[in-house]
């Protein structure tokens, strides 16, 4: 299968059950790709970043120049490169909406258009926070991709965010096609919000119980991740 994960910010050192999915997934003979909203520069990273040439898989949603007249100067030269002036109906629709349905300009969907514009459809978009669910939604209305869109919920998706945003998961609910809460209590959250039933699985988040890496600064056996 072809996958896209659909990630807030990558790498980052304080998500190893999202590599180990990446990771996992690649390991089985799938075809992966990363797509996230922001690109963490650190000076340490996890060894799978590198083992499984994680950074060469990846795009960034956020690589938008600075300034104003580079932002829109950019993506003409990507348009052709990418083959989009042939579809100027989805160039305009990516331009004048946003995810919350709002008119007006916008190039940061634009921009999102443009990198995964070029390549081949997907069979699954993993979006790893409820939050991005509703971007693989919008870029699979703007046609895409018209692969299946599966969202984990982690916590601050379904409790705290969903609190000042009420609502914002309704369309996702009724079109995407499969959502997994890490607890019973997230499922339990996402019944109370109108999400059916029929669509959730609980995806409880695996620990790997090998030595700490030296870098994280634990020499002991205990959790790959976790500090004693």
């Known amino acids: 299968m072809r996958i896209a994960f659909f990630l807030n910010e990558f790498p980052a050192l304080s998500q190893p059950f999202v590599?180990?999915?990446?990771?996992?997934?690649?390991?089985?003979?799938?075809?992966?790709d990363i797509y996230a909203l922001s690109r963490l520069r650190l000076e340490k990273q996890h060894p799978q970043i590198s083992s499984h040439d994680l950074l060469e898989r990846a795009r960034f949603f956020s690589d938008m120049p600075a300034g104003y007249l580079k932002r829109v100067v950019t993506p003409v030269g990507l348009i052709f490169k990418r083959g989009l002036w042939l579809q100027p109906g989805l160039l305009l629709e990516a331009l004048v909406t946003s995810e919350n349905g709002r008119s007006g300009l916008s190039m940061r969907v634009l921009y999102r258009v443009l990198a995964l514009a070029d390549r081949d459809p997907y069979d699954i978009i993993h979006c790893q926070f409820g939050t991005l669910g509703p971007m693989a939604l919008k870029l699979q209305r703007l046609g895409i991709t018209d692969g299946k869109i599966v969202t984990s919920f982690r916590g601050f998706d379904i409790t705290k965010f969903l609190a000042t945003r009420p609502g914002y998961y309704e369309e996702l609910f009724q079109?995407?096609?499969l959502f997994l809460p890490v607890s019973k209590s997230l499922r339990d959250k996402l019944l109370t919000n109108g999400c059916p039933a029929k669509k959730i699985r609980i995806l409880y988040s695996g620990i790997d119980c090998s030595p700490a890496p030296a870098y994280l600064g634990c020499g002991s056996p205990c959790s790959r991740w976790i500090t004693p």
């Open 175 to 177: 079109s995407g096609d």
């Open 19 to 32: 590599l180990n999915q990446i990771t996992g997934m690649i390991d089985r003979g799938h075809d992966v």
